[in-house]
């Protein structure tokens, strides 16, 4: 009974990683919400900020990203908040790219090159404004 148990865990761990694995995908994935893919719900995004999206922040903010990450801003569904719901968000980013506090250290220990420029929070924090006065 014991040769049987292990066997079973033997094979079912390493489906598990494969499955744990198979379950992140990339920025690009067209997952879809609704109609619409990731790429096409940020495809409203002007393009200097979609860019900055698209290497720092859709990995943990989109369906198939983080959980946490996600209730607090989801690409995913962008073009499913109203225009109020995305200036706020929008002026979120701008808050905690100035900050410093995303992407996070944790996230920037592996992903050093995705660091955000003083250029591009510049640009977004213009970008939340103009949401703002929309």
């Not at 014991?2 to 499955?19: C, D, E």
């Not at 940020?42 to 946490?68: F, Q």
């Not at 506090?101 to 995705?114: A, I, V």
Request: hydrophobic share 35%.
């Amino acid at each position: 009974m014991k040769i049987v148990i292990k066997a079973t865990g033997m094979v079912f761990l390493p489906l598990l990683g494969i499955l744990f694995l198979n379950s992140s995908s990339s920025i690009h994935s067209k997952t879809d919400i609704g109609n619409l893919s990731l790429a096409d719900q940020t495809e409203s995004l002007p393009k200097e900020i979609r860019d900055l999206v698209e290497s720092s922040c859709i990995n943990c903010h989109s369906t198939d990203g983080r959980a946490l990450a996600r209730t607090k801003l989801n690409f995913s569904v962008w073009n499913e908040y109203d225009s109020e719901k995305q200036a706020n968000k929008s002026e979120d980013m701008c808050e905690m790219l100035t900050k410093g506090k995303m992407p996070p250290k944790s996230y920037l220990k592996n992903h050093g090159d995705q660091v955000p420029t003083a250029g591009q929070i510049e640009a977004v924090c213009k970008w939340a404004e103009g949401m703002k006065n929309n």
